[in-house]
């Protein structure tokens, strides 16, 4: 296979199958009623999102024109599970190229929306809020990191008062939505 028919078979729907069961028609409509996507539908596939877009230049698999496609044919669940979404670096080169003035990038913003709606969160971000909570930093920091601190006569990292955290945070959606799907990170368990 070419390199460019390998890029085709990722960025076209021709070579996928669709399932009519996988159709949700009314899907458009939802997503025209939303701030951010409201003209999504005057999309003709041109590609220059995609083509201008840097990460889909680093990646094999984001393509911002085909999340658009999708949605389109309102193959509402593949857009939605699909890893790739949460690669947008939301840099907006797509909003200001794309010749329909599509906002593309906040079409991006509106699928990550409903993916945190339907409980469509991956677990690194999970992993992060959970992190986030615990100590206040947005990983775990080793505890070789911490030791190799004390070797070099660093200072303690800073403590955060994840409590006050907990307040802020408790109330958005993120939050709710990661509880409300059972899959409690250990830092919010509180
Ligand atoms: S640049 Fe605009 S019209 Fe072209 S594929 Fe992307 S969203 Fe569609
Ligand atoms: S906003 Fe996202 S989709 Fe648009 S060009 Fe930047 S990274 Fe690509």
Excluded: H
């Amino acid at each position: 296979m070419t390199e460019s028919s390998n890029i085709c078979s990722q960025t076209c729907l021709e070579n996928q199958s669709i399932k009519t069961s996988e159709i949700d028609s009314q899907f458009k409509y939802e997503l025209v009623k939303l701030s951010g996507s409201e003209n999504f539908l005057k999309c003709f596939q041109c590609g220059t999102c995609t083509s201008d877009c840097p990460i889909a230049r680093y990646s094999d698999n984001y393509r911002p024109r085909t999340l658009i496609r999708m949605a389109t044919l309102g193959l509402k669940n593949r857009v939605l599970n699909n890893d790739t979404l949460w690669l947008c670096a939301a840099c907006f080169k797509c909003s200001d190229r794309c010749p329909q003035g599509i906002e593309v990038a906040s079409v991006i913003r509106v699928f990550r929306n409903l993916a945190i709606d339907t409980g469509c969160i991956p677990q690194v971000f999970k992993d992060q809020i959970g992190a986030i909570f615990d100590s206040g930093y947005a990983y775990k920091i080793p505890e070789s990191r911490i030791k190799k601190r004390e070797t070099q006569n660093l200072p303690p990292l800073p403590k955060c008062n994840t409590e006050n955290l907990y307040r802020l945070l408790k109330n958005t959606k993120m939050f709710k939505k990661i509880q409300l799907y059972g899959e409690v990170p250990n830092g919010l368990k509180q």
